[in-house]
């Protein structure tokens, strides 16, 4: 019989085989769905819910969680690809413990010879007298300060529709916002470039430049449907 093989084991969060898999599911118009590490009490959602995958930039995936109608980011390292935990590895056992062998008696020692009483002497003074010598006072060590906790990461999230509607999000930890606030697209396209980053730049003037393309072409539009019902209402003045 040809040997069996071997299950590869689940990872605890998201690999980068896992990101690389999700993304190529969204490039290629298929579902892609992960799961909660951790609850969630504020937004009703348990451990192991199942979240779709809406999008992937670096190790931030950005879910729609099942009963949530709003799209939060993540970190890789808080969903994983599967909806249980994978099983925590046994503790290896110890060794049972050798017992020792018992040890032999050792001979009893011959029994000294008594010694002679000592000769009283002068009485020795005490150190609590007068011309006692003050000990010097032992100096404690200071104490050494706790370092203070660093401060939580904070992670911020933009994102944008076809119909130029942007939003922003923020995460401070693991908490997670209850919903993403509004910003206009001018306010999204001066921070970009402010940040400096030729790729996310571009990114964000391509889709701004869609939608100015979009909303010139309805206003043409409207124009044209504009210019027709003054002339149909200058006709119906004249009969």
Do not use: C
Not at 43 to 64: D, F, M, P, R, W
């Amino acid at each position: 019989m040809p040997p069996r093989r071997r299950s590869t084991p689940v990872a605890e969060s998201l690999t980068p085989d896992d990101l690389t898999k999700l993304a190529t599911a969204l490039a290629d118009g298929r579902r892609a769905t992960v799961y909660l590490r951790e609850a969630v009490p504020s937004l009703g959602l348990e451990e192991g819910s199942s979240a779709k995958v809406v999008s992937i930039a670096g190790t931030t995936v950005t879910v729609s969680p099942r009963g949530v109608d709003d799209e939060l980011p993540y970190e890789a390292d808080e969903l994983r690809i599967t909806k249980d935990a994978p099983p925590k590895p046994e503790p290896a056992k110890k060794a049972p413990q050798r017992k020792a062998a018992p040890r032999k008696a050792a001979p009893a020692a011959a029994t000294p010879a008594p010694k002679p009483a000592p000769t009283p002497s002068a009485p020795t003074p005490s150190s609590s007298g007068p011309d006692a010598t003050p000990r010097p006072a032992v100096k404690r060590a200071p104490k050494k300060a706790t370092p203070k906790k660093a401060t939580q990461s904070v992670t911020v999230t933009v994102y944008g529709t076809t119909d130029n509607d942007w939003f922003v999000s923020m995460t401070r930890g693991a908490k997670k916002p209850p919903r993403s606030r509004p910003v206009t697209p001018e306010a999204v396209d001066a921070a970009v470039r402010e940040l400096g980053d030729a790729t996310t730049r571009d990114a964000v003037t391509s889709v701004l430049s869609a939608a100015h393309e979009e909303a010139q072409r309805r206003v043409e539009e409207l124009s044209r449907e504009l210019a027709a019902a003054k002339q149909a209402l200058a006709a119906l003045e004249k009969a």
